[in-house]
């Protein structure tokens, strides 16, 4: 090798070791001074030269160069199809070196395999990446299973992700963090607690647990799954805590109705000196939607640049979803009005907001001028109109939006716009009408619309049908206490007291007890929760003397008001 050859080595050599990038001026004189020395017979220079090329961004040059090479191997057939995927037509570019492998005996090798997998992959052609992975000769590595997982997850086949998982497993794979996150996150995505912790309990085997991204991934899988104990167990036990391990716990909290605890791990992660991402702001932000508590929203809002909350629409929808809820219309409307980014989420945030506050004129406008802007109506539109419908009776105009919504729109409706359309039917006193929908409708009707049918019975005093929604409710929830102690009362009143016996006595067998009744209320930038009974508040004595004293004078009132 020459003098010049051998310092073009050594630099290349240089900034693979460093694990940098060269520059890609130096990377591309290096290139031209191979082509006039003629070099690039010296395959032992063409990997290191097109691996630089590749990190520099300088994917064309890595196909003219491949193009050249007389006989690519294993070590440079990667690169090329990496620089491919990154074009803007990778599909022709990566068949035409796939095409090229199968005629050398690189065609096989596991690596070359696994870059034609991401390639098709990336190009939506899982049934190729498939045809990749199963044509090598080998035993899989970790890293083409992990690939195939990926591609059958960027695909949106979950569970076919998982089934990948299982085999690789199956077959003596051991993950590394890598396959671990991979595995744990689809799982997540369908909740499928069960497998994922088969691969948790795998990474603590394989001493990956400790890994930040797997913690992570493990503590995002229990809270989708519910199980807050036990990603908090995970939680607590992760030594390098990132902010979004910090978001998924006060999401998590959030969604699965812990606000208080939400804002309490939102407000110990700024004591740790950690700063809340958007994510982790929107969580805090649903917790204080939960508990009504707006002085605590504002607070949270507080901690952020303005800029930071208009140039983000997830951010600024969540605002808006908390200060409608919260009461506010006003200021979620001046942060829609000032919004950068206006994406269909945040108008369909705004209309749910005005229409669950009794501004359902302003809801219908906003609809109008959302059209106007290109927007194309969606099903969370449709759920904000038929909510405002609800909240202010409005029948017709709700059973006109959701027949427009599969007629003019084709859009399917959800379970979510059946359990609207029932309740806005049953608050009317369309009792049977809202029952014969629940019969009519698709899909099972879950606990959320057979109780919107159960407050029409209780408003309207129809409690016939309120024995029968009852029944299905606590079929579909047999460990709510709430509805048998309904059901048990409509047997009292009626006076068959055998069967409110009877119910009684169910109850008892399988155990379940009546939660006592709670609510939240909001001083002073404190949440305080109340339970039943529950004497335990500091301030107790003074708390009940002052309701003592309430009830007083709205007795007084009352009797005052019917003498006068």
């Known amino acids: 090798m020459s003098g010049a050859a051998e310092a073009i080595r050594r630099l290349l050599l240089t900034g693979v070791s460093a694990g940098s990038h060269l520059p890609p001026l130096i990377v591309k004189h290096i290139h031209g001074r191979l082509l006039r020395l003629d070099l690039l017979l010296l395959t032992d220079l063409s990997p290191l030269l097109l691996r630089a090329?590749?990190?520099?961004?300088?994917?064309?040059?890595?196909l003219r160069l491949h193009t050249l090479l007389p006989n690519p191997s294993h070590l440079t057939f990667p690169f090329a199809i990496k620089s491919a995927s990154r074009l803007p037509d990778p599909l022709t570019a990566g068949a035409q070196l796939h095409a090229r492998s199968l005629k050398l005996p690189s065609h096989s090798n596991p690596h070359v395999l696994t870059s034609l997998l991401n390639l098709y992959a990336r190009c939506g052609r899982l049934h190729d990446a498939q045809k990749a992975f199963d044509e090598m000769r080998q035993p899989p590595s970790t890293v083409s299973w992990t690939a195939l997982i990926t591609a059958y997850m960027d695909a949106g086949r979950g569970l076919e992700a998982i089934g990948v998982a299982r085999s690789a497993f199956a077959s003596g794979v051991r993950p590394d963090s890598f396959t671990a996150v991979r595995v744990l996150t689809a799982c997540a995505r369908v909740a499928d607690l069960v497998t994922g912790e088969q691969v948790w309990r795998a990474a603590e085997k394989e001493g990956i647990a400790g890994n930040v991204f797997v913690a992570t991934a493990a503590v995002d899988l229990y809270v989708k799954c519910g199980e807050m104990d036990k990603a908090r167990g995970v939680f607590d036990k992760m030594k390098n805590k990132d902010v979004v391990a910090w978001g998924a716990m006060v999401g998590g909290y959030a969604s699965n109705g812990h606000p208080r605890e939400a804002l309490e791990l939102f407000f110990a992660m700024q004591v740790e000196g950690m700063r809340p991402d958007c994510y982790t702001v929107a969580g805090a932000l649903s917790a204080c939607t939960r508990l009504g508590a707006l002085d605590l929203g504002r607070r949270v809002v507080g901690m952020l640049q303005w800029d930071e909350v208009l140039g983000n629409p997830v951010l600024g929808t969540t605002l808006i979803d908390m200060y409608a809820k919260c009461g506010s219309t006003g200021e979620a409307w001046m942060v829609f009005q000032k919004m950068r980014k206006r994406d269909i989420i945040v108008w369909n945030a705004m209309i749910l907001g005005l229409g669950m506050t009794g501004h359902e004129k302003i809801a219908f406008a906003l609809v109008g001028q959302m059209k106007k802007s290109g927007m194309t109506l969606d099903d969370n539109t449709f759920i904000g109109l038929l909510c405002s419908c609800t909240h202010t009776g409005l029948v017709k105009d709700g059973r006109r939006y959701f027949r427009n919504m599969t007629q003019l729109y084709h859009i399917r409706p959800r379970i979510e716009h059946y359990g609207i359309m029932v309740d806005l039917l049953s608050r009317a006193g369309l009792l049977q009408e809202a029952h014969q929908l629940i019969q009519d409708m698709p899909m099972e009707a879950n606990a959320v619309v057979w109780g919107a049918l159960l407050g029409g019975c209780k408003i309207h005093r129809n409690a016939d049908l309120a024995e029968h929604v009852l029944k299905q409710l606590i079929q579909l929830d047999p460990w709510n206490s709430g509805n048998y102690v309904m059901l048990s009362n409509i047997y009292s009143n009626s006076g068959?007291?055998?069967?409110?016996?009877?119910?009684?006595?169910?109850?008892?067998?399988?155990?379940?007890?009546?939660?006592?009744?709670?609510?939240?209320?909001?001083?002073?930038?404190?949440?305080?929760?109340?339970?039943?009974?529950?004497?335990?508040?500091?301030?107790?004595?003074?708390i009940y003397a002052k309701l003592d004293q309430s009830i007083q004078g709205a007795t007084k009132f009352c009797f005052s008001t019917i003498y006068n």
């Open 496 to 542: 068959r007291w055998e069967d409110a016996a009877k119910l009684r006595l169910e109850m008892k067998a399988k155990g379940v007890e009546k939660v006592p009744a709670s609510s939240w209320v909001e001083l002073d930038g404190k949440v305080h929760e109340f339970h039943v009974g529950d004497k335990s508040h500091p301030l107790s004595d003074q």
């Open 53 to 62: 090329l590749s990190s520099s961004g300088l994917h064309l040059h890595v």
